[in-house]
Antibody, heavy 122, light 109 residues
Framework: QLQLQESGPGLVKPSETLSLACTVSGDSISRSGYYWGWVRQPPGKGLEWIGVIFNSGGTYYNPSLKSRVTMSVDTSINHFSLKLTSVTAADTAVYFC??????????????WGQGTLVTVSS | SSELTQDPAVSVALGQTVRITCRGDSLRSYYASWYQQKPGQAPVLVIYDKNKRPSGIPDRFSGSSSGNTASLTITGAQAEDEADYYCNSRDSSGYHLTVFGGGTKLTVL
């Protein structure tokens, strides 16, 4: 069974870089037909997609965050990561990693990590 | 437009049927998927490809679509169905890859 697990600091200072990793188990991150992505949820608010990465390294980022986001993938350890620079309090959120199935007309996040709360505060 | 619009809140009496809707131009071209999220938990996919259910999702959950509107129907709502529900699809505007609706809080009375 596919499992995703986020890891990283729970507290980041303003203007610094948020770095999170997602470890995938139960399936190979190299399997075709899937993107690996990040979605965040500020406290009490809805879901916002941050970006997705293909196993080849190709990426799509939310245009509203694109200037600050970098995603990478390491297929050798079944792991992908997120970096978000110049964070502010508005970046405080629960960050989820998830698998995106992307086939023609069907895009859906079929597996999710449990989420990790990242607070931006000095 | 790259938005998906949902009603903020919907309520249903225990055992009755409720429909949660999602509207957006993207839905004319792409299937909606639906996610259930309970407090403190990760979202769970309940419907994809308009009306497919992942393994383990009860058959009281169903989906449909017409024009720019997708719907999630719960037939015989249970207390455990009380949650936030989000729709999601690929974005047809070309601006975003994918987009989420704002979410609907379902209360089971």
């Amino acid at each position: 069974q596919l499992q995703l697990q986020e890891s990283g600091p729970g507290l980041v200072k303003p203007s610094e870089t948020l770095s999170l990793a997602c470890t995938v188990s139960g399936d190979s991150i190299s399997r075709s037909g899937y993107y690996w992505g990040w979605v965040r949820q500020p406290p009490g608010k809805g879901l916002e997609w941050i970006g997705v990465i293909f196993n080849s390294g190709g990426t799509y980022y939310n245009p509203s965050l694109k200037s600050r986001v970098t995603m990478s993938v390491d297929t050798s350890i079944n792991h992908f990561s997120l970096k978000l620079t110049s964070v502010t309090a508005a970046d405080t959120a629960v960050y989820f990693c998830a698998r995106l199935t992307a086939v023609t007309t069907s895009y859906h996040f079929d597996s999710w990590g449990q989420g990790t709360l990242v607070t931006v505060s000095s | 437009s790259s938005e998906l619009t949902q009603d903020p809140a919907v309520s249903v009496a225990l055992g009755q049927t409720v429909r949660i809707t999602c509207r957006g131009d993207s839905l004319r071209s792409y299937y909606a998927s639906w996610y259930q999220q309970k407090p403190g938990q990760a979202p769970v996919l309940v419907i994809y490809d308009k009306n497919k259910r992942p393994s383990g999702i009860p058959d009281r959950f169903s989906g449909s679509s017409s024009g720019n509107t997708a719907s999630l129907t719960i037939t015989g709502a249970q207390a455990e169905d009380e949650a936030d529900y989000y729709c999601n699809s690929r974005d047809s505007s070309g601006y975003h890859l994918t987009v989420f609706g704002g979410g609907t809080k379902l209360t089971v009375l």
